[in-house]
C-alpha cells in the first residue's frame, strides 16, 4: 500500500511516520527544501516511541520518498494526506490537483482543523476531513467528516494503522475536539492577559488536576461519576445552574496584540525554555508511550485501541536456535534507565509474555484458566548476559525443557542481534487446581502438546545451564 | 494532627481520606445520616489506590470519627475543611460557627469551586479557598487562593500530604482549573444539543486526543512543541488568528431545559450505563495510578509531586528476620492481574528497588554512579512461595550473603504479614567500571560498608536456599 503526503510539516511528517511504520510505502511532496529533514526528525522520534507500544512486532516498515512533484508523489497511491498551511485558496489548488493525478479510488484526506468538507469540495474535490492529533505518530484520533461511504473507507484504513477514527454526524467548523481547545485557549489568553495566572500556571492547573481524568474517561463519563451514586441526573441538576454564572469571559475574544504575544511568549521561555524542542518532544513521547501502556493494561480509552491493533499483528515463527517465537517486541522507552539501556526489572515482564505465549500454545489459555486449571509459576531464574539498548528488537524463543506430570519447566532465550542471546530465562511452573489452589497433573490436550513440544524440542541444542528443580545446597 | 471535614460528600471523604492515609486524625460533621456510609466507601477506594503510587510506606493510618456538632468536630483542629453545598447564605452560616468554635491558629480552608476569598469572608471569616479535583485522595492540585500568609502556611501542609497548591494570584470568579471546565462544558452543551455528537463521542474526542497530551503537559508547553523548532512565537503567529474566526458558539449560552437534561442523561446511561458508579469510580482509579505510575519514571507533573512526597516518607528498620528493611509498599492495582493478585512481572520491580536501597546503604549511590563505578546484575533467582493480594503491604528485607572481591550476593524476602516470606529473591551482582564495562573490585568505604553488613547478617538465620555462584550442572 502507498500514501502521498502532500506536505511534510510537523502535522504531515507525523503522518508519514505513522504509515511507514505500519508497513505503508509513503511519497512526500513538499516545495521546502528542509522537507526532508524536518519528516525524518519526526519519524527518529515515532521509530524512538510507537513500536514500543505493543508485545508484537509490527510489520517491516515501509519505502519513504521524496519527490519533486505532486503527480508524482500521488501516482498509484491509496492514500492521499493534504496537510498544506491553513489556507482555503491553496487547499483549493492543492486538492484539484491531487484530483487530476490521483487514482480514482484513492482515499483523499485532509488535516485541516477548521474547514468543513463542503468548504474544501467547493471546487468540485472529493476529499475528507482526516483530523489528526500530534504527535500524529502515538495519538489515536482522527475526527472523519465527509461523504459517508469515503469516511466508512478512511476509518477502516485509519484503524489498520492503529489509529481510532470518529466519524462526524455533520459537519461543523473546526469539527469538535478543537472547539474545545479553541474555548480553552480564549479562556487561557484572557487569564494571562490579565494577570491573573502565568502560561506555567496555568499548565499546572491543568496537568495536575483535570488532564489526568482526561487521559482516559473523558467530560461527561467522569462528571457521571462526580455525581456520585445518584449519576449523571443528579450532576447536571447540581452544577446546571452555574452555567449563568459569570465564569467565563469567553463572551468576548482578546486582542491579538504584539503585547500579549510578548507576553505568552516570555512566560513560556521562563518556563520551557531550559528544554530544546527535542528535548521537550522525547519527554512528551516518553510520557505518552508510558501512558498508553498503563491503558493498554485496563484496556480503556486509547489504551483499547493499541490493543485491538495488536490483535491484528501476526505472531510465531523461529527463532535463530531453532525454537519457536514466543514474543517479539522493541523495548519501549518506559522500560529504559537514565543511561539508555534497558533496566533489570522488566526483564521479567517480557519472560512472563513469553510464558503467557507458550501457555496459548499449549491450550492452557484464557478459557482453560476460566475451566478451572492454570499454571502458576514457583521460580524463576534470570540471567543478565549483556547489555539491551534502547529501541532494540526482543524476539524471545522458548525451550519446553520438561513437562512431565505437575511440572513444567521452560528456557526463554532473549535475542537482540548477536550470535548469542541478550539473556536467558529459566522457569519452573506447576499445574494448579485453581478450586483447591493444589497441584494437580494435567490431562488431555494439554498434556499431549507440551509432551510434543518437549519431544520436539529435545533434538535442539540443550540450555546452556539449567539450576532449577535441583536438589538444595 | 487534626482536619476537622465540614461536610461529608464526595469532596469531604476525598479530603478525609487524603488526611487519614497521611497519618492525620480526621473529625468528620454532615448532618446527612449517610455520612458515615459515603466517607467509608470513599475511604475504601482511596486505601485501595493512592499507597500504591509509592514506593515507600505512608505513615500508619489516623483515627476516623463521627461527630454529632461542628464544635465538636472542630475542637483542637489544625485544619478546619468546608465541603457544603454551593451557596453563599450556607457557607457564610458555616464558617461562623467555624470561626466561633475553631482554635484561632487553624487554617480554614473552603472547597468551593465558585466563590472568591472576599465573598467567602464578607462577614468576617479568616477562610481561604483550598479548591480540589475529584478524586481528591488521588489528584494533587489544589487551588489557594486569598491571604498570603494564609494560604503560604495552607500551602505547607498540603504539600506535606503529598498534593500541589497552586496559588493564585489574584482572586477571580471559579477560580482558574473550572474556568477551562466551565467553557469545555458550555461547548459540550452545544454540541449534544445541535446533535453534533452525542456524549460518548465527545469523551472519545477528548480521551482519543488532547487528553492524553494534558495529563502531562499542560496547554501552553504542548503549544510550544506544536510550534516546532521555531517554537512558542510560530505557533501563536499560525494560530493566533483563528481566533476571531467562527469556532465556536460560546458567546451564548445553552438553556438548561428537561429536554437538554433529557438528551444528556440518556445518551451517558447508553455510553456508561453497565457499568455501576463504583466500577467507574476503580476503573478510574486504575488508570489514575497506572498514570501516575508512569509519570513517576520520568518525574513529570503530578509523577514529580508524587517523587516529592515520597522523599518524605521514612524508611529503614528491621524485619521480622532481624534483616534491615529495604523497601515497605503497598501492592498498587497496576501490578495485580484480573484475578485480584499479584502478578509475576512486578515481583522483580519490588527486589530491584530493594536492590537499589541496599546500594545506596553501601554507598554505591548515585554519586557513586556518576563517579564510574556501579554495581551490575549477573543473576536473579525468585521463588513464588505464596500469593500476593491487592493492597497487601510488602515488606522486603535484604541479607547481605557474601561479597569478596567483585562480587556482591544478596538475598531478599518479601514478608506480606505470614510467618514465612511470600517470595524470596536471591541475586548475584558484579562491580564494574562504567568507563571500561570491566568488572573490578570495588574500593574504599563501599567495600568497607559491604564487608560490614556480611559480618552483621552472618549471625542471623541464613536463607532458605541460595543456588546461584554453583557449578553449573
Known sequence: MKAAMIGGGVIGGGWAARFLLNGWDVAVF????????????????????????????????????????????????????ESVPERLDLKHRVLAQVMAAAPEDAVIGSSTSGFKPSELNAQG??????????PVYLLPLVELVGDADLTGRAAETLRGIGMF??????????????????????????????????????DEAIRMGFGLRWAQMGLFETYRIAGGEAGMRHFLAQFGPCLTWPWTKLMDVPE?????????????????????IRELERLRDDNLVGILRALRRTGSGAGGVVLAHERTLPQGGTGPDGLPVTLEMQVPTSFVDYNGHMNEAPYL????????????????????IAGGLSYFTAETDIRFLSEIDIGARITVTTQVVGG?????HLF??????????????????????????????????????????????????????????????
Open 349 to 368: 515482564e517480557v519472560g512472563v509474555r513469553a510464558s503467557d505465549r507458550l501457555m496459548e500454545m499449549i491450550g492452557a489459555d484464557a478459557d482453560y
Open 30 to 81: 513538499d516545495p521546502d527544501p528542509e522537507a526532508e529533514r524536518k519528516v525524518g526528525e519526526v519519524l527518529a522520534n515515532a521509530r524512538r516511541a510507537l513500536p514500543g507500544l505493543y508485545e508484537r512486532a509490527l510489520p517491516p516498515e515501509g519505502r519513504l520518498g521524496f519527490c519533486d512533484t505532486l503527480e508524482e508523489a500521488v501516482e498509484g497511491a491509496d492514500w492521499v494526506q
Open 165 to 202: 477514527p470518529l466519524i462526524l454526524r455533520r459537519e461543523i467548523d473546526a469539527h469538535i475536539a478543537d472547539r474545545f481547545l479553541e474555548a480553552v485557549w480564549r479562556e487561557a489568553l484572557w487569564l494571562v492577559k490579565d494577570g491573573i495566572a502565568t502560561t506555567g500556571e496555568i
Open 404 to 408: 512431565d506430570g505437575r511440572k513444567l
Open 125 to 134: 474535490a472529493r476529499a475528507v476531513v482526516a483530523h489528526p492529533f500530534n
Open 256 to 276: 491579538f496584540t504584539d503585547e500579549l504575544v510578548d507576553l505568552i511568549a516570555g512566560q513560556s521561555d521562563a518556563q520551557s525554555g531550559h528544554r530544546t
Open 412 to 473: 526463554h532465550r532473549f535475542w537482540t542481534g548477536g550470535e548469542s542471546p541478550a539473556a536467558t530465562m529459566e522457569t519452573l511452573l506447576l499445574h494448579v487446581d485453581l478450586g483447591t489452589r493444589r497441584v494437580v497433573a494435567p490431562g488431555g490436550a494439554v498434556a499431549e502438546r507440551v509432551a510434543a513440544l518437549v519431544a520436539a524440542h529435545a533434538g535442539l541444542p540443550a540450555p546452556e545451564r539449567l539450576i532449577l528443580g535441583r536438589p538444595a545446597s
